[in-house]
């Protein structure tokens, strides 16, 4: 595709070891599934052009080099079923490269004659790094509440699917479809990215093997998500002390004290509380793409949603 080659062009690089790196991480590059809704909505908008190709690239990039990053604050062992780069070439070499990807995301906005979308990329930075703070921080006190778990959802993942979204309306020459179609745009990309973040944080309760992604991982890195907060809305805030407890011996790998959790999450319908938020929001989409003007493109977002 056109963004892949943009996107390897703007990394090729002279030092070998540079290029080493990121040969591992195209090795399983993963769903690009901001490419696609960059790329979508411009075909929504209008006429795709090089612009467009750039923004995808763009905001595979950003997604890229939050994800190196990320890992490094988790310490995490594994990015799509392979070994992370933290853990495989050390953290500093991950941070640095999330640096250089970074860098050439926004050389790529320059050369292109996309300035107008860098604010756009620098606020979703911003949203990105503030949500994976207070999730760090609420992974310390352990007391997050419902609207602080959805305000973390709507900066580390929706942010990023808004801007993508956004960009690529903006990335085509039909300027006046694409301001008659943003609020629109806006909606569907809020709970697009809603949905999205909260089916991640469920599957975690119910892995999947071929998924790449180890099984109840959150709650080892003490993150409590929708499921467990469900749970505890069901069954009551008294609970949460106790739940407190478990996940501080979970921290210890302590199965017994994981087990509990996941027994918890079970007996008080935590799963069932997660997946109606899921729904509203996956039904929300729907609702907002589906009255976009009728297209291959808009069809390609109604596929999105359902994934």
């Given at each position: 595709?056109?963004?892949?080659?943009?996107?390897?062009?703007?990394?090729?690089?002279?030092?070998?070891?540079?290029?080493?790196?990121?040969?591992?991480?195209?090795?399983?590059?993963?769903?690009?599934?901001?490419?696609?809704?960059?790329?979508?909505?411009?075909?929504?908008?209008?006429?795709?052009?090089?612009?467009?190709?750039?923004?995808?690239?763009?905001?595979?990039?950003?997604?890229?080099?939050?994800?190196?990053?990320?890992?490094?604050?988790?310490?995490?062992?594994?990015?799509?079923?392979?070994t992370s780069v933290q853990k495989q070439f050390g953290p500093a070499t991950a941070i640095l490269l999330g640096d250089y990807w970074f860098a050439r995301a926004f050389r790529i906005l320059v050369d292109y004659d996309g300035l107008e979308l860098l604010p756009l990329y620098a606020e979703a930075i911003q949203a990105l790094s503030e949500g994976e703070i207070l999730q760090l921080e609420k992974g310390r006190t352990l007391d997050i509440s419902l609207n602080e778990y959805y305000s973390v959802c709507e900066k580390k993942?929706?942010?990023?699917?808004?801007?993508?979204?956004?960009?690529?309306?903006?990335?085509?020459?039909?300027?006046?479809?694409?301001?008659?179609?943003?609020?629109?745009?806006?909606?569907?990309?809020?709970?697009?990215?809603?949905?999205?973040?909260?089916?991640?944080?469920?599957?975690?309760?119910?892995?999947?093997?071929?998924?790449?992604?180890?099984?109840?991982?959150?709650?080892?890195?003490?993150?409590?998500?929708?499921?467990?907060?469900?749970?505890?809305?069901?069954?009551?805030?008294?609970?949460?002390?106790?739940?407190?407890?478990?996940?501080?011996?979970?921290?210890?790998?302590?199965?017994?004290?994981?087990?509990?959790?996941?027994?918890?999450?079970?007996?008080?319908?935590?799963?069932?509380?997660?997946?109606?938020?899921?729904?509203?929001?996956?039904?929300?989409?729907?609702?907002?793409?589906?009255?976009?003007?009728?297209?291959?493109?808009?069809?390609?977002?109604?596929?999105?949603?359902?994934?």
């Amino acid at each position: 595709m056109a963004f892949q080659k943009i996107l390897k062009t703007a990394l090729d690089s002279p030092y070998a070891y540079l290029s080493s790196l990121d040969a591992y991480i195209f090795n399983k590059p993963g769903k690009q599934l901001r490419p696609a809704l960059v790329l979508c909505t411009a075909g929504v908008c209008g006429t795709p052009g090089a612009l467009s190709y750039a923004v995808a690239a763009v905001a595979e990039m950003i997604h890229t080099a939050t994800l190196l990053h990320d890992d490094v604050a988790d310490n995490a062992e594994t990015r799509r079923g392979m070994t992370s780069v933290q853990k495989q070439f050390g953290p500093a070499t991950a941070i640095l490269l999330g640096d250089y990807w970074f860098a050439r995301a926004f050389r790529i906005l320059v050369d292109y004659d996309g300035l107008e979308l860098l604010p756009l990329y620098a606020e979703a930075i911003q949203a990105l790094s503030e949500g994976e703070i207070l999730q760090l921080e609420k992974g310390r006190t352990l007391d997050i509440s419902l609207n602080e778990y959805y305000s973390v959802c709507e900066k580390k993942t929706v942010s990023l699917f808004r801007t993508s979204m956004v960009s690529g309306a903006l990335s085509v020459p039909e300027k006046e479809i694409s301001k008659t179609y943003m609020p629109i745009i806006e909606k569907a990309a809020y709970h697009l990215g809603m949905a999205f973040q909260i089916n991640d944080d469920i599957m975690d309760y119910c892995p999947v093997e071929e998924a790449g992604k180890p099984c109840y991982q959150d709650i080892a890195e003490s993150k409590i998500t929708l499921p467990l907060l469900g749970a505890l809305a069901n069954a009551g805030e008294t609970y949460r002390p106790r739940v407190v407890e478990w996940i501080r011996q979970a921290e210890n790998e302590d199965k017994e004290a994981l087990l509990r959790i996941i027994d918890f999450v079970k007996k008080n319908d935590g799963m069932e509380y997660a997946r109606k938020v899921w729904l509203h929001h996956n039904v929300k989409a729907q609702e907002q793409i589906s009255s976009l003007p009728s297209s291959q493109w808009r069809d390609c977002l109604l596929k999105i949603s359902g994934m």
